[in-house]
């Protein structure tokens, strides 16, 4: 069993260097400043999954690369405490920059083998006084298939090259060489510099940034305001999980379908506990350790020791933007448990490249563990769905040429105790591409993208609705990997709220050449004039449907999100044409069905 404890706390001073209007100003200046770097990431990188999709992410560090502020991505953890167990800090130099990919190296730190990550130290007169870090999901890094990503693997070095902790840059000299070995492993060396360029730049950027800010009020009360931003996240989250949590030991279950290879479904099982401390002080444990067995596929999530405080974390913070991400979130609990061989601690070299699924559900199951205890968090979320089409085109010359869409497509998210769940979403800050985009860029023509009707679980608050994309293939040939869960286990809803829908990849659909593809496959083979239809998943329900305002039933059905005979059968409300049946409606409701905790094809008390 893997067992962690997080930093300790930084020390509260009485008479804090920094004072409170200071503090509020620099808060401001390195969320600029990371702002910046991800604007100047978003504008000059060449593929696609980063300039459009926005697969990116940046932080800054104090001197001792605790995380003072960071993104609002509840899956990573702690990014610069692999660069230090191999470069120590108290070595390093102004000019230096170090690079890795390396997912077991890193202990999930960066949690699957496209994501480069770069992180630099900042240093003022001889002093180190912060790092900072950008890191990017790379399009292609070798691999089995072009992608790098596909369900077929089941071993990490089919996913690509793998980047130990290494100095890319000593003192200002950039070992090139490095960098060749890496590009040359690369479908689309073009592509890679040009993204590892970017990212570099995004870094440069960030150093001289927090640079200015600390020459601005002096490294001695940057310091200390960042420490404070540490402790008042730390305060807020310890003080939330308090009144969400009472003492002893809340569980919750969840599971995903499948790993691609016929295994599953794939429980996630977590605990989190409150006892009183032998100091008196609240303890927190976070207890994942009942989790099923690692998978033979691509789904396995090497959760860093850090994720849940930073979910947890996240939740507290609610967007709220007087708050910033930090590591308190993480620091707020005071032990992590694994267990070695899990689907979220799996072994070396075991695949990571799809953990992506396995995380979305994990963000599920928090929630769902703040809701058996006293919390109101969201009902379960779709993860979003990727699909993977590489093959040949002609160009305008008439000769065939290599193409390479990735493309990550939005779901609907659960529904809130107070609103309902968002549409058509990726995640997080990332966004779906544009028609325009896609048929610009890659030879298929979008034939249909909208919402997928009746997608989001039915609730007093609706779930959010999945996407339907329907691609025309203009390409030669093509070969398809597509990755969607929850459809054996459909997101579940809360309190009344019903689970929501499914997503499914369809080849040439309503034809005598109908073909439904395997939810988690590759090698599905695509030709000129064939149509791919993807519906994405939706996100549940919260409370029960027929709470729901009429009014609002309305809004949905003719804005297309439900129809009217799910309308009438799920919500009670009956349509004749555009106009509700007030009477039949009255009637309808009359025959409230009854409902348990939570709903997954069915109503239970417990998810299990």
């Not at 960098?179 to 492993?185: A, D, E, K, V």
């Not at 989790?291 to 396995?300: L, R």
Request: include cysteine; aromatic fraction near 8%.
């Amino acid at each position: 069993m893997l067992q962690s404890s997080p930093s300790t706390p930084p020390p509260e001073c009485d008479t804090p260097v920094c004072d409170p209007v200071s503090l509020e100003i620099i808060r401001g200046a390195i969320a600029a400043a990371q702002a910046e770097m991800e604007a100047l990431l978003e504008r000059t990188a060449i593929s696609a999954f980063i300039r459009e999709k926005k697969d990116f992410y940046t932080a800054l560090f104090d001197a001792d690369g605790v995380m003072a502020v960071g993104s609002m991505v509840p899956i990573f953890g702690d990014m610069t405490g692999p660069v230090f167990e191999k470069f120590p800090a108290d070595t390093m130099q102004p000019g230096d920059l170090y690079w890795y990919n390396d997912c077991y190296g890193s202990r999930g730190a960066v949690s699957h083998s496209n994501d480069q990550v770069l992180l630099a130290p900042v240093f003022r007169n001889g002093r180190r006084c912060a790092f900072v870090m950008s890191w990017a999901h790379f399009a292609d890094i070798g691999g089995i298939r072009p992608g790098s990503i596909s369900p077929d693997a089941t071993e990490i070095f089919q996913e690509g090259i793998i980047v130990p902790v290494t100095k890319l840059i000593d003192a200002g000299q950039t070992n090139e060489a490095a960098l060749s070995i890496f590009h040359r492993n690369s479908r689309f060396p073009e592509q890679s510099n040009g993204d590892m360029r970017a990212l570099m730049a995004s870094v440069d950027l960030g150093v001289r940034r927090v640079g200015e800010i600390i020459d601005r009020f002096g490294a001695d009360v940057v310091a200390d305001a960042f420490d404070q931003l540490l402790a008042r996240t730390r305060r807020l989250v310890r003080t939330k999980l308090a009144e969400t949590f009472d003492y002893g030991t809340h569980s919750f279950t969840d599971a995903i379908d499948g790993d691609g290879h016929g295994n599953g479904p794939f429980k996630i099982r977590f605990s989190l506990s409150r006892e009183k401390g032998s100091d008196g002080e609240d303890r927190f444990t976070f207890d994942a350790t009942e989790t099923d067995d690692q998978a033979p596929g691509p789904v396995n999530y090497l959760m860093n020791e850090g994720v849940p405080g930073m979910a947890l974390g996240l939740y507290y913070l609610g967007g709220d933007p007087a708050q910033v991400c930090n590591a308190g979130g993480p620091n707020a609990i005071d032990a992590v448990k694994l267990r070695e061989g899990s689907l979220l601690a799996p072994r070396f070299p075991a695949p990571l490249g799809m953990r992506g699924l396995t995380a979305m559900r994990v963000i599920s199951a928090m929630s769902g563990l703040v809701n058996v205890a006293k919390g109101e968090a969201p009902a379960a979320n779709s993860a979003y769905v990727i699909s993977i089409m590489r093959g040949n085109f002609r160009n305008e010359a008439g000769e065939l040429e290599r193409f390479l869409l990735a493309d990550g497509i939005g779901v609907g998210y659960g529904a809130r105790p107070d609103a309902d769940g968002i549409d058509a979403v990726y995640f997080v800050a990332q966004e779906n591409y544009p028609v325009e985009f896609l048929e610009l860029g890659y030879p298929v023509r979008l034939r249909t993208y909208g919402i997928a009707q009746d997608s989001g679980g039915a609730g007093r608050h609706r779930g959010g609705c999945g996407i339907v994309r329907e691609y025309e293939v203009m390409a030669e040939d093509a070969v398809l990997a597509v990755r969607i869960d929850s459809v054996k286990n459909p997101p579940w809803g809360i309190d009344g709220g019903q689970g929501g829908g499914s997503g499914r990849a369809i080849v040439n659909p309503g034809t005598d050449r109908e073909q439904v593809l395997a939810p988690l496959s590759d090698g599905n083979r695509l030709v000129r004039g064939d149509i791919l239809r993807i519906e994405t998943g939706g996100g549940g329900g919260h409370g029960h449907p027929f709470d729901r305002p009429v009014g609002k039933v309305i809004e949905d059905v003719l804005g297309g999100f439900v129809s009217p005979e799910a309308a009438r059968s799920l919500y009670g409300v009956v349509m004749e044409g555009n106009r509700v049946d007030a009477d039949a409606t009255v009637a309808a409701r009359a025959e409230r069905p009854a409902h348990r905790r939570f709903h997954r094809q069915e109503y239970v008390d417990v998810l299990s």
